[in-house]
C-alpha cells in the first residue's frame, strides 16, 4: 500500500535561512521533491513555505510492527543543536471476529441454530469500510449492533454484533 505524504516547512522567524537541510528518515528528500511559496532559490524567506509531497510504500516489516512512524527533520546551519522535527504515525488498521452458537449441536431438519458474530476494533485507527460476511446468511447493516456511533464505522474500541438464526 502507499502512504502519500505532506511536508510543510514554514519561516516564522525575522530573517531568511540558507542552506536549511530537510531530512526525512522514510526518503530522501530532494531539491525537485520541493515546491517554494516565492521564489524557487533554495532559500527560506521570512514568511515562505517549502512544501514536500511523496509516496511512501508500506514494507513487509511495516506491516508486521503494525505502524510507520515517520520524522522530519529541518536543520538550519546556523543553528544546528536545535532542528525542529515532527512525526507522523500511520497505524494498520486491526480487528477481530468471533463466531459463536448458543447450540452445540442438533437433532433434525427444520432446527433452529442462534449465532453471534461480534467485531472488535483492537487497533489505533477506525476503520471505515469493513465489510462483514458469512457463509450461512447475508448479514445486512439492519442486522448489526454497534456499541458506539450507529454509523457503519468501526471505532477504535467499538464492537458490531450481528445475531442471527439459521434453519437446520
Known amino acids: 500500500e502507499l502512504i502519500h505524504y505532506t511536508i510543510v516547512v514554514s519561516n516564522d522567524g525575522q530573517v531568511a535561512i540558507e542552506g536549511l537541510v530537510v531530512t526525512d528518515d522514510l526518503v530522501t528528500l530532494t531539491n525537485e521533491m520541493r515546491t517554494e511559496s516565492k521564489t524557487a532559490d533554495g532559500i527560506l524567506e521570512v514568511g515562505e513555505t517549502w512544501t514536500y509531497t511523496y509516496t511512501y510504500t ?35 488498521p486491526k480487528h477481530s471476529v468471533t463466531k459463536t452458537a448458543t447450540e452445540d449441536k442438533f437433532y433434525a431438519e427444520g432446527e433452529l441454530l442462534h449465532y453471534t458474530i461480534v467485531v472488535s476494533n483492537d487497533g489505533q485507527v477506525a476503520i471505515e469500510g469493513l465489510v462483514v460476511t458469512d457463509d450461512l446468511v447475508t448479514l445486512t447493516d439492519a442486522m448489526r449492533t454497534e456499541s458506539k456511533t450507529a454509523d457503519g464505522i468501526l471505532e477504535v474500541g467499538e464492537t458490531w454484533t450481528y445475531t442471527y438464526t439459521y434453519t437446520v
Open 58 to 92: 508500506v514494507t513487509a516489516a511495516d506491516v508486521t510492527a503494525g505502524s510507520v512512524l515517520n520524522v522530519v527533520t529541518a536543520t538550519d546551519p546556523d543553528d544546528p543543536d536545535t532542528p525542529p522535527t515532527d512525526e507522523e504515525e500511520v497505524f494498520k
